[in-house]
């Protein structure tokens, strides 16, 4: 099995079916916001950084029906859903992910709110959804 311990945890994905109420409502646990609201047009959602500990969270809200995660919104409400990992090089970390029983979730592809870095989805059926970001990522505050 390919070693992937060289990753590290960028932000855990969380969806949210308000955006609005569910800003609040992390601002109001003594989140702060890392990058405001950004509309991703080809994934049909907005997405918002907030970061509190060290942690950092990605709310995401679909604002279409056919959205990327309208489907998990309906089963999952509001909740986590995947945990993002920061990649050094995204195309050898994607291939030792499938080596190692992740399943890809389509390509990589530009993220508006990533300052449109390519990120990937992975499926794994002991573990559920992740996320590679490459390595370049910072949010603008940092």
């Not at 604002?63 to 909740?79: E, H």
């Amino acid at each position: 099995m390919p070693v992937l311990n060289t990753l590290t945890v960028h932000h855990v994905g969380y969806l949210v079916k308000k955006k609005n109420q569910a800003m609040r409502a992390f601002l109001g646990l003594g989140y702060v916001i890392a990058q405001d609201w950004v509309r991703d047009e080809l994934r049909g959602i907005d997405i918002a950084f907030v970061t509190k500990d060290g942690l950092a969270v990605e709310l995401v809200c679909p604002y279409r029906d056919d959205s990327d995660v309208s489907g998990l919104i309906t089963r999952l409400k509001n909740s986590p859903y995947h945990i993002c990992y920061v990649s050094r090089d995204l195309a050898a970390d994607a291939e030792a992910l499938r080596e190692s029983g992740y399943l890809p979730m389509g390509g990589a592809l530009p993220a508006p709110a990533c300052g449109g870095h390519p990120v990937q989805f992975f499926m794994h059926p002991a573990l559920g959804i992740i996320e590679l970001i490459d390595k370049a990522f910072t949010f603008a505050q940092e």
